[in-house]
């Protein structure tokens, strides 16, 4: 029998792939809050720090670390709250029905000093899940992501993620797809975080990737503008910036169950 050997150029095929790129250093990090229901985000308002999961919610007194407050909901109901932020007197989130298809959404009101829920406004289908809100110039905005393998839907991956503008009722106004450097890092997962700082810009994080992308809307057309890459101590999920502490950004860190405060420079 004979037995023929392939040149070692296509014999190691990976060889000349292209790395994927690294993530810059992250930034340093000027507290850590243990949290065992920091698995999806983190949310604060300046004085409490909210960890989030699928289906329950911790309240943490930033000075001492304190927990102050729980709530914990049925998994049928709540199978995925993945990101929450602080709007007034109330905790919002955006909740969906991952891994499930079709996919479905919803928005989730809890009262900050209780934690009871007070409400939910379902959206049913919509261009994705529903991963990440907050609150900015009088507009709710909004990611809805899509999947490359589990929790996707058949003809849709993450390149059909879409960030959305609502009105008070949650209609929508205006959409915008993301750069495919972004995209690319994404992969196979999609956007999990959406945070506006105070200054007016917007970031945003992915699945597992320790870093944050703040993007632009752009002059014309409908895709996003990658301003610059920011490595953070966290892999990746949701975030919210401090409204009270410049500078402050809150992740978290999932393996260790911690609320994450980085001090991200100043461009």
């Known amino acids: 029998m004979l037995r023929f050997l392939l040149p070692l150029a296509l014999a190691t095929p990976l060889a000349a792939q292209t790395p994927e790129p690294a993530s810059p250093p992250p930034a340093p990090v000027s507290l850590r809050l243990s949290a065992p229901e920091a698995h999806q985000g983190a949310a604060s308002d300046g004085t409490y720090v909210y960890a989030i999961d699928n289906d329950r919610i911790g309240k943490y007194r930033i000075a001492d670390g304190a927990r102050v407050a729980g709530w914990q909901g049925e998994r ?3 199978p995925h709250m993945n990101s929450c932020t602080v ?6 989130c955006a ?9 479905t959404s919803a928005v989730e009101f809890f009262d900050t000093a209780t934690l009871r829920h007070v409400r939910t406004v379902s959206l049913g289908f919509g261009p994705g899940s529903l991963t990440a809100m907050d609150r900015h110039g009088g507009k709710w905005w909004a990611v809805f992501a899509n999947y490359a393998g589990k929790g996707g839907e058949p003809g849709r991956d993450t390149h059909y993620t ?8 949650f209609r929508q106004e205006a959409a915008w797809t993301f750069p495919a450097q972004v995209l690319d890092r994404f992969a196979p997962f999609s956007c999990s975080g959406l945070s506006w700082s105070n200054d007016g ?8 990737r320790p870093e944050m992308y703040e993007v632009a809307l752009p002059d014309a057309g409908s895709q996003l503008e990658l301003r610059r890459v920011i490595g953070i101590a966290s892999p990746g999920q949701a975030i919210d910036w401090d409204p009270v ?6 992740s978290i860190d999932r393996a260790k169950t911690d609320m994450v405060a980085s001090a991200i420079p100043p461009n």
């Open 76 to 78: 049928r109901l709540f």
């Open 162 to 169: 879409l960030l959305v503008r609502m009105d008070d009722a």
């Open 201 to 208: 810009r917007l970031y945003v994080t992915g699945h597992d």
């Open 95 to 103: 909740a969906s029905n991952y891994p499930a298809v079709p996919q």
């Open 87 to 92: 709007a007034g007197k109330e905790l919002v």
């Open 245 to 250: 502490v410049p500078g402050r950004l809150w």
